[in-house]
Structures are given as structure tokens and as C-alpha cells.
């Protein structure tokens, strides 16, 4: 048990350096494309299938359940009963125990300088850190001078969402002299401005020895991609730390997990830098968790790192979209060193979540009360081993912090009042004129509390010394301190709760966005946006300035029924319904009233079952996509809660493919109503279906079984019907009902079956309808030989004509899924490989450039669409979700082109 309880006080590994660990040059860096460690990967994945094995649990059940499990459980409530901390947290815990663990402060050498001791923490709040390291230094050296700085996402800045911030503020309000939230007062320290103006307000630099980086940002929601997602800030704190301290300092940096790329560089980058280097995850980390803590000690120097900082500051704003370093440039040593890392520490993380997993619904009482006798064995070895004293009177950094919660109030404020001038003037305004307009504008509102009483705010004198602070604007309040959080998302305007909201639910396919990145990293990569061809410059054209010419161009129009009523209001193109919520421009002003109760969708196809899966989820599941912000906001107001899926063949014909039915059987509170007469005889010869087919029909007749039986609490329902086709939309104005066909098969391949009308009729009531039943190309040329009926090109193969190719859908039609498409591009391409022959020199990209100048065509380089990119990305921040789209044309050349 001795054993046990060390070996939790020592999930430690040195990342030993025998003087081999070398930088690159700076003119190597950032040339690769991601590369991937194979036995990393391996690890990466054997941890994300313990987690997976979470996902079913109650969180606010696990946490609890885990809380208790704990082994370091009694080390906070020992402490807060003998040794009274300022502001003791689980944060502060972890710090006292790595400042007792290594050697942060070099006490020799700021005594040898008679220096004033200097410590810088980033991404700090709320601040425990602080207190912690106060207290290690009075009770361990306690002549020692010392001084700090932090800095931190404000949370006084109300642009600021609260879902990558820590908005309590208990520690900071009474220490506000020493937080630094940079130019734009937003305390992000990711703006390259910001982080520029902390270094200049520091110098200079040479009395600063220790430097703390406790950021994360919240991924419970997409746990299993945590490094990616923290990347970029950990890149911007290693970089931040390397410009501010001082020879022979530490630095202490929170990360997760090594698995990628550019971790693995950026922890050489800090063994290259530092004599000495550990990993270490302490006694009061959550066991279950990946949380670890990267210790440096004795760092080269800035001479050492100033030939690098130019290339690190490029990429500083945007992060790193290609390998730090290449992979030849790290030595194998140090990779192994790595991969002998992460395994240490996803054993142990391993062991704990599955004895959590064993544990959780029943702990045997014997085994309950060694659990207790260890908690507290380890709570006295904390206390023991590290020394932790009570403090003095007068030794606590801010004045007296009560940790009890903070009171918000519910307020409604009115919006702006008089002219813009009169509004120009009060900001231009002295700031005691400015604050006694705001108090003029305060004392006029009524503020709605619980009681009914109603409270003026009512200003006391005004400091001498008043200074009033701006920041960047900010377009969404996302918290306030005047504010109830839970008030300010229902009643933020103009959108409400759903501008946290994000985009479409299978963010997974979009990893395709990266291979993408990495085409576009080669130097013969060219992007150019803003170009209608067939308008802007012709096929003729490009055929003469390239050797080949290939047409990618899709499937942009929609098939059309042709049956009478088509024309009603609220009958919707599939195909601009899903443009629509995904920001395509020409559909952002999509007319669509959801302010019905039945609406029918037909087709049965993946397009046609996404739309009913994104009207049957509760627009809190969808928070997490990029799905625009009006969008989110209308299907927040939806009153659809039954959705048909009407096809005219039977179940074995159905397009979907079993992982979009897969999806929409799960959602909560959705119940598929199959109909059983659409199944009569597909039981029994369902194991004579090849394999795909087979899998998706065993699903439908599971879930068929399944729904007779159901008991779950019940809002909306899916319909799928079969074998029906529409024959009429019915309705005045707008549709409120449809008559369908009833159908039979005729043939014996089920394939090639053929629906054929029986003369008999249903109708169903429906206040929205969907035409999902198929897409087609356009014509963009006229040079091109095009199949109007069938609305794609004519081809040989993927060949046109000479010089010029085609596919994807505008060559083989709208059929099959992605993979049928990538196969389709690999053949495509391999032709191309084998024909091209290039015996004379074409202008490319020059000729073509020449003919869009000439034609006042902006012209959309790949690097002016990642400022769009980073601009969308920006604006999803401030909306708690990964980015919000640009639906606006010209908004969007006026970033790029800037």
C-alpha cells in the first residue's frame, strides 16, 4: 500500500537531453506537411477507445462518482482546515506540489544579482497559481523580493464567451493593478498586439525567472481531438514564455496529451531550450484525466532563441498549419524518448478509468474502506512531504477572497439614446463627464428582481485617480458582471441562445478540409477564387494557357416534380434548404416558414434524411456545428415535430446509406414510426442481400422491432414511407396537405425494380414539403459537350476532348457516396497522369491572371481566403463555436482583398 500511494506522488518522466538535442535552422521550419508518429497513433487510439467506453454515462453521475474515487479527495479538505490557504483551489494544490517537486526558482542566482524576483502567469485566472507560489516563497524563502504579472481572458470584457473563459474574478478584482488584458483589453494573448504589449510593459526582462501557462479551452464535447484543438494557444504560451524570460528561469506549461506532430516539436523546442525538462502530473490532477504539466528549468537564454522568433511570430496569430519541424530534423532518440512518455502515462490513465468503469455501480465495502485509508494516508503524505505551513498575518497576496458565490442579478437594458453625434461626443467625453453620463442613463433603469422591488443603481464620489479603459468592439455580449449568465442567453439579441450555436452535425467529414490544406501547401498548388468560368474566362481559354483542364464542378440545380400545386409557398428545394443552414450565399435569404407542425420531405436519400435529421434535433445538439446563426435561430422556433420520408420504392431501394440512418435513429425524444406493411417478405430473404444492403435492411427491421416496444418520453416522430410517389401538392397559398400514389414493384432485381402506380391514392397533411428526388449539372459553357436531359457532361472515361476532363458528379451524374466519388477522381487522375505531355511552355497561372485584370475580376488567392477563414473562425470564438460563416459576397472580398 506504501508502494501505491508513491507511486501516485510520482507520475514523473525526464526527458533526458545528452547535449544531441539540436534546433534546425530557422529556414527549415515549416516546410512539411503534418507527419504522424505510427506507435503514437497506436496509443492515441487505445486511449480514445477507454473514453468511448464513457460516453454513456450520466456526466454529472461520473463526476460525482469519480470525485469520490479520487485518491487525492482529502488533501484540499486538509488543507482548508489546518493550513487556511489564500484561495485554495485543486489549481492550487498542483502548483504547491510542482514548486516543492523542482527547483522553479533559481534562489542562487537572483541572490547572487541582488535582483527582485519577477514571475509572469499566463492564462491564469482565476489566479491560484499566484496564491500558491506566495505561499510556497513565505514559508520557504521568505527574504526573497518578489513581484508578478498576469495575464488572462478579461472578464470585465463582456465579448468574452464564458465557454473559453473563466469569468470569476474573486482573486482578480483585488489584484487589478497587476493583470495586463493587452491593446484590445480582451486579455487574449494569442493577438500577436497583445502579446507585444506585455513584453514592452515588462522590461525589462532580465528579473524574470519563472513563468506559469495554465490555459485550456473546454473539449467535452469533442474530447478525442483535445491536442489538436489546444495546439495553436500552447504554441502562443511556448512562445510568449521564450520572448519573456530571463537566463536560468522555468517555465511550467499544461498540456494534455503528445500524440501529434507539432506537440512533439514544440516539447523539442522546449528541450532544446532548457537544461533540463520533465512531465509531470500531480497528486491532485484528476486521475481519469490527460492533464500533465511540461516542468522546465534553466533556460539558455534569449540569445539561444532569438534566431527562431521571426519564423515562430509568422504563425503566431494563425498557429501552425504545417510541421513545426520535419521529421528527419528530430532525432529518433528524441521520439522514442516521447513515445516512451505517453505510454507511461496513458497506463495510468488507462488503469484508473477502468476501475472507475468497475466500480461505478457497485464499490465492495472492504475495498470502500481501503479507499478511505488511502485518501487520507495521501492527504498526510502531501502535507508531510511538501511542507505546507499556515501563513502569517499580513503574508496573503490580495486582501481577505471569499470563496462563496458570486450574486448576479437579471437587468434589462435599454438600447442607445440620442444622435450619433451626441454619442460621438459623450465617447470623446472626459472620463468624469463620461461616467456621469452613464450614471444619468444607469439611474433610469428598472431592474426586475424576484421580490418586485424595484432598485436604482446609485453612484457613490468618483476617484481622483478614475482612468477609463476601451477594447475592441465586440458585436454579441457573451458575459457580464451585471448580468445572470443563464439571463444573458435568452435574452441577448439579436439572436439569443442559438448564437452559440454552430454548424452541420457531421463535423467528421469535414477532415477532408485537411487533406485539402495539405494539397494547397505545395508550392505548384494555385487556389483562385472569384472566377466564373464560362463567364469571367472561358474553357477555350484556359485550354490555352494550361496543359490540362479537368471540370469538377458538381451538381448545383435541383430536379423538379412537374405535378400540379409545385408552385406553393413553403414547398422547398432540398437542395437550398441545405444551403441555407450551411451559409451558401445565394441561400442565406431562403423564405421558409417552420412555423408548422407536419412537413414531408421527398426523396431517400442522404440529402433527404439529413433534412429531417436537422428538423427532428433539439437545437441544443447543434451548438456544436457551424450551422449558420439564422438558421440555428429559426429552427429554435420550430413547431415541426413530425417529418415523412416519402419514397416510391420500397425499403430495399432506400439511398440513405446506414450511418445517416444510424444518426437519426439516436436523436432524443424522436421516435422512426415504420410502417410494417412496407417490410411484408423482406425478412425472408434478407441474408440473401449483398453485404451493405443487407446491414441497412437488418437495421430498419431491428429498429421496426424495436419502436413497437419503446418507452422512452416521446416529442417528435419520423415517418418513413414507402413505395409512394406525389401526384399532387395541395393547398391554396401555401401547401397544406399532398396526395401520393400508392405503387407496386415490377421485376424480379431488386435494382432494377420499376415503381408502378396501382390507382389507389393516400394523402397526408403537411404545412412544409421538401423536393429532395435528385441534382443535376449546368451547362457553364458553351464549348462544352453537354447532355441536357441528364445534366452532366458527355465523357470517355473521364476524357471530353483533347486537354480537357471531367469528374465527380457533373461527369457520372448525381449516384453513389463520397467513395464513389474519390474513386472516380483517382481514375480521372490517373488518365490525366498518363496523357499529359508537356513539350511546350503554357502562361498558367501568368495568361490567366493577364485576362482577369483586364476584365476588373478580383482574383481570390488561397492565402486571401484564409483570412476569410481566420476571420469566420475569429467571429465563432466570440459565439462559443468553431466559426460562423460569411454569407455575404462582397463582405467577403472586402477581408480578403484588404
Given amino acids: 500500500e506504501t508502494e501505491h500511494i508513491n507511486n501516485l506522488f510520482n507520475k514523473r518522466f525526464t526527458i533526458v537531453n545528452n547535449g544531441c538535442y539540436l534546433m534546425p535552422q530557422p529556414t527549415a521550419m515549416f516546410k512539411d506537411c503534418l507527419w504522424t508518429v505510427n506507435e503514437l497513433q497506436q496509443i492515441k487510439n487505445e486511449l480514445n477507445t477507454a473514453k468511448d467506453r464513457l460516453s454513456n454515462y450520466d456526466l454529472d453521475e461520473w463526476h460525482l462518482h469519480t470525485k469520490f474515487k479520487n485518491s487525492a479527495k482529502d488533501v484540499m479538505v486538509r488543507l482548508k482546515n489546518y493550513v487556511q490557504p489564500e484561495f485554495l483551489t485543486q489549481a492550487w494544490c498542483k502548483f504547491y506540489e510542482i514548486v516543492s517537486s523542482f527547483p522553479l526558482i533559481p534562489v542562487n542566482c537572483i541572490y547572487n544579482s541582488n535582483k527582485c524576483f519577477k514571475s509572469i ?29 498576469a495575464m488572462t481572458l478579461n472578464p470585465y470584457y463582456e465579448g468574452n464567451p464564458t465557454s473559453i473563459m473563466v469569468d470569476d474574478d474573486r482573486f482578480i478584482r483585488h489584484t487589478l493593478s497587476h493583470w495586463y488584458f493587452g491593446e484590445d483589453n480582451t486579455g487574449n494573448l494569442m493577438n500577436l498586439k497583445n502579446l507585444d504589449g506585455l513584453i514592452k510593459l515588462l522590461e525589462p526582462h532580465n528579473d524574470i525567472f519563472l513563468i506559469t501557462a495554465d490555459g485550456s479551452i473546454d473539449c467535452a464535447d469533442v474530447p478525442a481531438e483535445q491536442e489538436s484543438i489546444l495546439i495553436h494557444l500552447h504554441f502562443c504560451e511556448i512562445i510568449a514564455a521564450l520572448q519573456l524570460l530571463s537566463t536560468e528561469g522555468s517555465f511550467v506549461l499544461k498540456i494534455f496529451t503528445i500524440f501529434e506532430c507539432n506537440t512533439i516539436c514544440l516539447i523539442y523546442i522546449l528541450s532544446c531550450c532548457f537544461r533540463n525538462v520533465n512531465v509531470i502530473k500531480p497528486v491532485t490532477s484528476k486521475e481519469g484525466n490527460s492533464e500533465t504539466y511540461v516542468v522546465c528549468t534553466n533556460f539558455k537564454g534569449p540569445t539561444f532563441i532569438s534566431p527562431y522568433l521571426e519564423k515562430l511570430r509568422d504563425h503566431y496569430e494563425y498557429g501552425p498549419k504545417q510541421a ?81 458565490k458570486s450574486v448576479s442579478i437579471n437587468q434589462y437594458k435599454r438600447s442607445l439614446q440620442g444622435s450619433y453625434n451626441e454619442r460621438c461626443k459623450k465617447q470623446h467625453s472626459a472620463p468624469l463627464d463620461r461616467i456621469r453620463s452613464l450614471s444619468n442613463d444607469f439611474n433610469k433603469i428598472e431592474i426586475q428582481v424576484s421580490s418586485g422591488i424595484i432598485i436604482n443603481f446609485k453612484f457613490s464620489e468618483f476617484p481622483e485617480d478614475l482612468q477609463i479603459r476601451s477594447g475592441k468592439v465586440f458585436h454579441k455580449i457573451c ?63 484556359l485550354q490555352e494557357l494550361y496543359h490540362a483542364v479537368l471540370l469538377t464542378y458538381g451538381a448545383e440545380e435541383d430536379k423538379i416534380l412537374n405535378i400540379p400545386g409545385e408552385n406553393l409557398d413553403n414547398i422547398i428545394s432540398g437542395r437550398r434548404f441545405v444551403g441555407w443552414y450551411n451559409g451558401v450565399p445565394a441561400d442565406s435569404k431562403l423564405n421558409i416558414n417552420l412555423d408548422v407542425e407536419e412537413a414531408v420531405v421527398l426523396g431517400q436519400g442522404n440529402v433527404a434524411i439529413d433534412i429531417a435529421r436537422i428538423l427532428l434535433t433539439p437545437v441544443d445538439k447543434l451548438k456544436n456545428t457551424d450551422i449558420t446563426s439564422y438558421a440555428l435561430e429559426k429552427l429554435s422556433q420550430s413547431k415541426v415535430r413530425k417529418v415523412s420520408l416519402i419514397g416510391r420504392r420500397g425499403p430495399l431501394q432506400a439511398a440513405f446509406t446506414i450511418a445517416e440512418l444510424r444518426e437519426i435513429l439516436k436523436l432524443d425524444s424522436c421516435k422512426t414510426y415504420w410502417r410494417s406493411d412496407d417490410f411484408i417478405n423482406i425478412k425472408q430473404i434478407v441474408n440473401t442481400l449483398a453485404r451493405p444492403r443487407k446491414r441497412l435492411t437488418k437495421l430498419m427491421l431491428e429498429n421496426l422491432e424495436e419502436t413497437s416496444s419503446d418507452t422512452k418520453i416521446i416529442t417528435k416522430g419520423l415517418y418513413p414511407i414507402f413505395l409512394r410517389s406525389p401526384v399532387k401538392f395541395l393547398g391554396s397559398n401555401s401547401v397544406h396537405g399532398i396526395k401520393l400514389s400508392i405503387n407496386r414493384l415490377e421485376g424480379n432485381d431488386i435494382s432494377t425494380q420499376v415503381a408502378i402506380p396501382t390507382g389507389l391514392f393516400e394523402e397526408i397533411p403537411c404545412g412544409l414539403a421538401f423536393r429532395s428526388i435528385g441534382y443535376k449539372s449546368i451547362q457553364i459553357d458553351v464549348s462544352i459537350p453537354f447532355n441536357a436531359k441528364n445534366g452532366c457532361i458527355r465523357h470517355l472515361g473521364g476524357k471530353v476532348q483533347d486537354k480537357l476532363y471531367a469528374a465527380g458528379w457533373v461527369a457520372t451524374g448525381p449516384v453513389g457516396v463520397i467513395l464513389s466519388t474519390m474513386t472516380n477522381a483517382f481514375q480521372v487522375g490517373t488518365l490525366i497522369s498518363k496523357e499529359l505531355s508537356i513539350i511546350e511552355n503554357k502562361p498558367g497561372f501568368i495568361g490567366l491572371s493577364k485576362i482577369l485584370n483586364q476584365k476588373g475580376v478580383p482574383m481570390i488567392s488561397y492565402n486571401d481566403w484564409k483570412k476569410i477563414d481566420n476571420v469566420e473562425c475569429e467571429r465563432g470564438k466570440i459565439l462559443g463555436k468553431p466559426r460562423e460563416k460569411i454569407v455575404d459576397i462582397n463582405e467577403m472580398l472586402e477581408i480578403a482583398l484588404k
Avoid at 329 to 351: G, R
Avoid at 488 to 512: M, S, T, W
Wanted: charged content about 25%; proline content about 5%; hydrophobic content about 40%.
Fill in 121 to 149: 502567469h499566463l492564462c491564469e485566472a482565476p489566479g491560484a497559481f499566484i496564491t500558491s507560489l506566495n505561499h510556497w516563497l513565505k514559508t520557504n524563502i521568505p527574504n526573497i523580493k518578489w513581484d508578478w504579472f
Fill in 479 to 541: 458575459n457580464s458582471k451585471f448580468c445572470n449568465k443563464n439571463a444573458l442567453r435568452i435574452q441577448n439579441v439579436p439572436y439569443g441562445l442559438v448564437r452559440f450555436g454552430v454548424a452541420p452535425d457531421h463535423p467528421e467529414v469535414k477532415n477532408v478540409i485537411h487533406t485539402f490544406e495539405k494539397t494547397a501547401a505545395n508550392p505548384r498548388f494555385q487556389f483562385i477564387g472569384n472566377v466564373n468560368v464560362g463567364r469571367d474566362v472561358t474553357i477555350k481559354e
Fill in 324 to 404: 513545426i519541424f520535419s521529421k528527419h530534423d528530430i532525432p529518433c532518440e528524441f521520439i522514442n524518448t516521447i513515445v516512451e512518455c505517453t505510454e507511461f502515462f496513458k497506463s495510468k490513465q488507462l488503469l484508473v478509468i477502468m476501475d472507475n468503469i468497475d466500480t461505478f455501480h457497485y464499490i465492495d465495502p472492504k475495498i470502500l474502506q481501503n479507499l478511505k485509508q488511502m485518501q487520507c494516508l495521501v492527504a498526510d503524505k502531501y502535507v508531510r512531504d511538501y511542507n505546507v505551513k499556515k501563513l502569517k498575518k499580513g503574508e496573503i497576496v490580495g486582501n481577505k477572497v471569499i470563496l462563496g
